[in-house]
């Protein structure tokens, strides 16, 4: 009697477990889309806190990000602040 009831109990967890994979599937996807997202947020935040450029430059590097991606993220760091040398125009 014992057997039967343990075998009932497993059929009926794995009953359960089978009717849940679709809703642990989706749960999955969502924290994978979730993820994405903030991975493609990840530079847009990193340049509003940042303290190289400000206002103009600023918004022209975000919407930069926006429309070429990670590419622009890596410019940015390597050329940002975009400011005129002194120097020059002082000769």
């Not at 009953?15 to 999955?28: S, Y």
């Not at 430059?57 to 390597?78: M, N, P, T, V």
Request: net charge positive; charged share 10%; glycine share 6%.
């Amino acid at each position: 009697m014992n057997i039967i009831k343990n075998l009932c109990t497993l059929i009926v967890f794995a009953v359960l477990f089978v009717l849940a994979l679709p809703l642990i599937g989706a749960g999955l996807g969502l924290m994978v889309l979730f993820g994405a997202a903030i991975i493609w947020l990840l530079p847009i935040l990193l340049i509003l806190n940042s303290d190289q450029t400000t206002g103009g430059e600023k918004l022209a590097w975000i919407l930069a990000i926006i429309f070429l991606s990670w590419f622009a993220w890596i410019f940015y760091f390597l050329l940002a602040p975009i400011k005129p040398r002194r120097d020059y125009w002082q000769q």
